[in-house]
């Protein structure tokens, strides 16, 4: 059982930065990936980036270039910052992680809302 704590949401203009983490705790040795999901009002929930334990990344194509996901396994910490902020990034960001079994857990949301 894995629980996840996410913080660093909140409102920022158009052009702005901000830094999320989720910190995991619980049953940490079998995660494998590590990553982020988000969803917008009337939108499907999508993927945003994810890393995997051994440096694998992947991004929508939509953030790239804006977005960064690192994670420090010591800390059990997945960070994503972004930069360039646009109104469409505006939602409810997810963390998620996967066990090496292919299980997954959630945290419950933090709202990122980029409005001038």
């Known amino acids: 059982q894995v629980q996840l704590v996410e913080s660093g949401g909140g409102l920022v203009q158009p052009g702005g930065s901000l830094r999320l983490s989720c910190a995991a705790s619980?049953?940490?040795?079998?995660?494998?990936?590590m990553g982020w999901y988000r969803q917008a009002p009337g939108k499907q929930r999508e993927l945003v980036a994810d890393i995997t334990s051994g440096g694998s990344i992947r991004y929508l194509d939509f953030v790239k270039g804006r977005f960064t996901i690192s994670r420090n396994n010591a800390k059990n910490t997945v960070y994503l910052q972004m930069n360039s902020l646009k109104p469409e990034d505006t939602a409810v960001y997810y963390c998620?992680?996967?066990?090496?079994?292919?299980?997954?857990?959630w945290g419950q949301g933090t709202q990122v809302t980029v409005s001038s």
């Open positions: 998620y992680v996967q066990n090496i079994v292919g299980t997954d857990s």
């Open positions: 619980g049953s940490i040795f079998s995660i494998n990936v």
